[in-house]
Every structure is written in C-alpha cells, then in structure tokens.
Nanobody
Framework: QLQLVQSGGGLVQPGGSLRLSCAASGFVSGYHVLAWFRHAPGKEREGVSYISTSDGSTNYADSAKGRFTVSRDNAKNTVSLEMNSLQPEDTAVYYC???????????????????WGQGTQVTVSS
C-alpha cells in the first residue's frame, strides 16, 4: 500500500505563487509517473502536470505551461508543483497521484492513476 500526503496550498492573490508538495510513503517502489490534477467546482477533474520517475521527463497541460513547474526528489519520494502567475481560474482542489502504468499515453486521464493524495485547496482571489 502506498500513501500520498500533500502539503502547501492556500489563498493567494492573482499573480502570486504557491508551492504544493506530495510525499509518498509505504510501498514506494515501482510507480512510473507522479502527477498533479485539479478539480474546480462545476468542472471535471483536470490533469495539470506529470513527471516520470525514470527519466524525469515532464508534461504540462496548456493551462499550466510557462507558469507551473513540476519536480521530484526520488530519494525523498516527493513531488512538488511550483505555481506562478496564478489566476482566479486556477482555483481548485489539487491532487497528487501516482500510476504504475508504464505507457506514455493517457497520462492526463485520471482513470490511469492508482493512488491519490488527500487534496489541497488552492484559492486565487483578491
């Protein structure tokens, strides 16, 4: 069993920055991708970014490109999401997730993920 514990988030003004972190514990070997999703009220859960545990390759949703940066620390089994230039439309509950799926497609599909963090609220408002 693997557990994901998130930290960070909160309230920030438009244009501000936040950093989210996600620490994995338990049976931490074997997963291939760590990802961040978000779920805003009235919208479907959306993939934001993901990073490979093997080669560190990353991918971002169009909404996150140029503003968000995903990083990992394999030794500490953590993944972080640095979010800059935040806007009200970034307001959502953010989740980290891991998948044991080893393919390269469908990694923004939440159904591919095996374990999820508890979620953390990010609110962007003046």
């Amino acid at each position: 069993q693997l557990q994901l514990v998130q930290s960070g988030g909160g309230l920030v003004q438009p244009g501000g920055s936040l950093r989210l972190s996600c620490a994995a514990s338990g049976f931490v070997s074997g997963y291939h991708v760590l990802a961040w999703f978000r779920h805003a009220p009235g919208k479907e859960r959306e993939g934001v970014s993901y990073i490979s545990t093997s080669d560190g390759s990353t991918n971002y949703a169009d909404s996150a490109k140029g503003r968000f940066t995903v990083s990992r620390d394999n030794a500490k089994n953590t993944v972080s999401l640095e979010m800059n230039s935040l806007q009200p439309e970034d307001t959502a509950v953010y989740y980290c997730a891991v998948t044991y799926y080893s393919g390269s497609k469908y990694l923004f599909d939440s159904r591919m993920y095996d374990y999820w963090g508890q979620g953390t609220q990010v609110t962007v408002s003046s």
